[in-house]
Each structure stands twice: as structure tokens, then as C-alpha cells.
T-cell receptor, first 118, second 113 residues
Framework: AQSVAQPEDQVNVAEGNPLTVKCTYS??????LFWYVQYPNRGLQFLLK??????LVKGSYGFEAEFNKSQTSFHLKKPSALVSDSALYFC????????????????FGTGTRLQVTL | DGGITQSPKYLFRKEGQNVTLSCEQN?????MYWYRQDPGQGLRLIYY???????QKGDIAEGYSVSREKKESFPLTVTSAQKNPTAFYLC????????????FGPGTRLTVL
């Protein structure tokens, strides 16, 4: 079984301040981890992923995430928030393997709404 | 432009009717997926398909059906057996292999009248 937890329903940040959106996971094996962003009434956009290698992953729009195996976390970060970053953010996980025959079946968290204010 | 298209953007259904949501991709992806999104519940997987003429149930398949007759197309039918179909439906696709990210369409909002 695999699961993802996003413990905060909403995160509020002032523009220019650093932001963190938290994600913890549970899988019985090596995880593949993903972050997506969703703007109102739109589909999800891929931000970044961790497959293997460096624990710090850099993605689109200045976002990055740090994989921490001991804490089973994959928090999303950005050094300086913008008002335009306000959106719904989803973390997702699947069991890592080159190809398991089960496609890329992801389990998503419930989402964290990021509100950046002036 | 390459990408995933979903139609219609908004769909209204009367009780007891079946409706079909369209999903098309021109990314040459092998796998395609249907998700349902409800407020506060994140995304839940309805069906997925790895190759043409093959598909598997996801976590909430009851009341839904799919087909995969072409690589580019993965339509979803919401049947009258689905008790609470009002939701935002998202289609996605990816290359085979679990390390590949999924690309999402713009979604269809279904409302039951």
C-alpha cells in the first residue's frame, strides 16, 4: 500500500518570503515522488519529481523539493514567493521500479492551498 | 500544439442518463488515466490503460466504464449506476515506466441536475 499526507490544508505566505508546502509519504519500497500545481478550474501541471540521486530536486518556476528518506518527507520549497504562486499544490507517490507493469499508478495527497499576499 | 484535450469543458446530466467524456492526446503516450476530483479529497483514480485494448480498474471504478480502441483516445462513460457523479474529471497520460510524470488535460466539470 502507498499513501501520501499533506498535513496543511492551507499555507499563507507574504510575497518575497520563503515558502514550504509539506508532504510525507508511506510506501513499501523505494518511492517515486512528484509535485503538481493546479490553478482554479484547470488541470494539474507538473512541477518536479524525485526518482533517484540528489536529494534536492529543482523544478519549474523556481520551485525545489528535498527528499528525506529518514523522515519520509518530500517538502516543496521556494526561496521567494510570488502572488502568482497562489494555487493548489498536490504531492503524489508511487512505488519505484523501472517498470512494474502497472503503469504509473500514483497516489495523490489531498492538496494544500497556497495563498501568497502582498 | 502537443497536449491533452478534454471535451466538453462543462457537462450537465439528468438523473438516469449515461454521459461520455472525451479525452484525446497527441503526445504519443502509452498510458492514459482518468481521475475524479472532489473538494478536499484530492484526486482519485477511476481507470487506467497501459496499451490499446487494455485497461484496469482504479480505486473508484464502480459506475464508470472506459474503452481504449486507439492509442490517442480514452473516453470515459459515467453511467446511471454512479450514485454521485457531480465532480471535476481529469484525464492524464504518460510514457510507460513509473518514473515518468503524467500530463493532465484541462478537465471536464460534470453536474447532475
Amino acid at each position: 500500500a502507498q499513501s501520501v499526507a499533506q498535513p496543511e490544508d492551507q499555507v499563507n505566505v507574504a510575497e518575497g518570503n520563503p515558502l514550504t508546502v509539506k508532504c510525507t509519504y508511506s510506501v513499501s519500497g523505494n518511492p517515486y515522488l512528484f509535485w503538481y500545481v493546479q490553478y482554479p478550474n484547470r488541470g494539474l501541471q507538473f512541477l518536479l519529481k524525485y526518482i533517484t540521486g540528489d536529494n534536492l530536486v529543482k523544478g519549474s518556476y523556481g520551485f525545489e523539493a528535498e527528499f528525506n528518506k529518514s523522515q519520509t518527507s518530500f517538502h516543496l520549497k521556494k526561496p521567494s514567493a510570488l502572488v502568482s504562486d497562489s494555487a493548489l499544490y498536490f504531492c503524489a507517490v508511487r512505488i519505484g521500479a523501472f517498470y512494474t507493469g502497472t503503469a504509473s499508478k500514483l497516489t495523490f495527497g489531498t492538496g494544500t492551498r497556497l495563498q501568497v499576499t502582498l | 500544439d502537443g497536449g491533452i484535450t478534454q471535451s466538453p469543458k462543462y457537462l450537465f446530466r439528468k438523473e438516469g442518463q449515461n454521459v461520455t467524456l472525451s479525452c484525446e492526446q497527441n503526445l504519443n503516450h502509452d498510458a492514459m488515466y482518468w481521475y475524479r476530483q472532489d473538494p478536499g479529497q484530492g484526486l482519485r483514480l477511476i481507470y487506467y490503460s497501459q496499451i490499446v485494448n487494455d485497461f484496469q480498474k482504479g480505486d473508484i471504478a464502480e459506475g464508470y466504464s472506459v474503452s481504449r480502441e486507439k492509442k490517442e483516445s480514452f473516453p470515459l462513460t459515467v453511467t446511471s449506476a454512479q450514485k454521485n457523479p457531480t465532480a471535476f474529471y481529469l484525464c492524464a497520460s504518460s510514457f510507460a515506466g513509473g518514473y515518468n510524470e503524467q500530463f493532465f488535460g484541462p478537465g471536464t466539470r460534470l453536474t447532475v441536475l
